[in-house]
């Protein structure tokens, strides 16, 4: 059964330009990331969050297959960053392993920004 969705997600903050922002909705922290690494060059992080996706190790692809039964169409990237932001990685980390493990053909993408470990 997909999670509901939550009315706050979380903020995110660039520490290298004092951005700070609210996001609603788990993917809408990707979109502000790549919007602020496009025009900065800057990495933004979550600060907090208000999601209860937990995971129990820092290793992407395992995390992304704890996930997964969670959630049907795929695990929103946003909710991943976030539950392995906790665990100390950073959003631009996350989104480097998934493109490795997509290229490697470990995972798919059953929606836009949305991941499953094949």
């Not at 995110?12 to 922290?29: G, I, K, Q, R, W």
């Not at 979550?46 to 997964?68: H, I, M, N, S, Y």
């Not at 631009?92 to 059953?110: K, N, Q, S, V």
């Amino acid at each position: 059964m997909e999670r509901e969705k939550s009315a706050h997600a979380g903020a995110l903050a660039c520490p290298t330009c004092d951005f700070h922002t609210t996001v609603a909705e788990p993917n809408d922290a990707i979109e502000c990331y790549r919007r602020h690494r496009s025009v900065t060059g800057h990495a933004i992080a979550w600060e907090r969050t208000a999601l209860d996706a937990a995971v129990e190790t820092d290793d992407v692809e395992t995390a992304l297959d704890g996930l997964g039964d969670e959630y049907g169409e795929g695990v929103p990237l946003g909710v991943l960053t976030a539950a392995l932001a906790e665990r100390g990685v950073t959003i631009e980390e996350t989104l480097d392993a998934i493109y490795a493990l997509r290229m490697e053909g470990a995972i798919y993408e059953p929606r836009d920004d949305r991941v499953l470990v094949v």
